[in-house]
């Protein structure tokens, strides 16, 4: 008996979707992770351990087999519960978007405990085939990365999108790396043109068409991010963390932590810190 299957089907072109890098990291005392953003996807698989996942402000309660997946150019880092700590392996993808059914989220996070022992086979073949470095190591890794994708596609409800390398541009590049390094001290949008040499006007339309948000408002956003890790991971008061992060007075830190947030910083800093408590149960 003979049995012949036909393959004739369109598939993307194999330079369209290319792994940038792959990784394993385990939270240790000297991790000191910052919200960042990255130019490609990357897809985060948790190992073992516990902890969350800061992304666009969002705190997501991050435990084995939860795999998150966030968007290029989308703010985000984990944090470790000591107790427990984080152990994942991360791959940045370029080339694709991965479209969630909330449109207008940049992430998703996905449970994964009955696909945890394909997914970590597919994912350690990964890291086995980089560190040897053998002959043909990418393309073997090309075709694993390729093959992850489509078993994520298939368990969830998510569809690929082919995207073009980002057009970002110099300028706005520039003043929103200036916002990430220098949250802390005072900034201006005056101060940001000087840096990015263009107009004050022309640096806000640009910067509000690139990233959706105007730069003042980005610079709020991004403070309100560390505070919340700060808030979250340490027992700092809230003057001390309103000055860590920039702001003159408490009384504007808990405005504006408010009016993003939804509610004050005490009474975040209450509620996240029940959380491990529960975890650990």
């Given at each position: 008996m003979n049995t012949r299957y036909e393959f004739n089907m369109d598939v993307p072109p194999r330079e369209a979707i290319r792994l940038m890098y792959v990784s394993k990291s385990r939270f240790g005392?000297?991790?000191?992770?910052?919200?960042?953003?990255?130019?490609?996807?990357?897809?985060?698989?948790?190992?073992?351990?516990?902890?969350?996942?800061?992304?666009?402000g969002k705190m997501l309660d991050v435990a084995p087999?939860?795999?998150?997946?966030?968007?290029?150019r989308t703010l985000h880092t984990?944090?470790?519960y000591q107790a427990n700590p984080l152990?994942?392996?991360?791959?940045?993808i370029e080339g694709i978007e991965i479209l969630f059914d909330q449109k207008d989220h940049g992430y998703t996070?996905?449970?994964?405990?009955?696909?945890?022992?394909?997914?970590?086979?597919?994912?350690?073949?990964?890291?086995?085939?980089?560190?040897?470095r053998e002959d043909g190591c990418e393309m073997v890794c090309q075709d694993l990365t390729e093959v992850l994708l489509v078993r994520i596609v298939r368990m969830a409800s998510v569809s690929l999108r082919l995207t073009a390398p980002p057009a970002e541009s110099k300028e706005c590049a520039t003043a929103k790396r200036y916002i990430d390094e220098n949250y802390s001290e005072s900034i201006t949008l005056d101060k940001l043109a000087e840096i990015a040499h263009v107009n004050k006007y022309y640096l806000s339309h640009s910067f509000k068409n690139e990233y959706k948000v105007s730069p003042i408002d980005?610079?709020?956003?991004?403070?309100?991010?560390?505070?919340?890790?700060?808030l979250t991971s340490t027992d700092f008061s809230l003057t001390q963390i309103a000055e860590q992060i920039g702001f003159g007075s408490l009384a504007y830190f808990s405005k504006c932590f408010r009016k993003i947030e939804g509610t004050r910083p005490n009474e975040y800093r209450k509620s996240a810190k029940q959380k491990p408590a529960q975890g650990s149960q």
């Open positions: 005392g000297d991790w000191n992770s910052v919200p960042h953003t990255h130019s490609c996807t990357e897809v985060f698989y948790c190992v073992d351990g516990r902890g969350q996942f800061n992304v666009e087999d939860d795999m998150v997946i966030v968007n290029p984990e944090l470790s152990e994942y392996i991360v791959l940045g996070m996905l449970k994964c405990s009955p696909q945890r022992e394909e997914l970590l086979s597919l994912m350690q073949l990964l890291l086995r085939e980089i560190d040897a980005y610079l709020m956003k991004r403070r309100i991010t560390e505070a919340k890790a700060l």
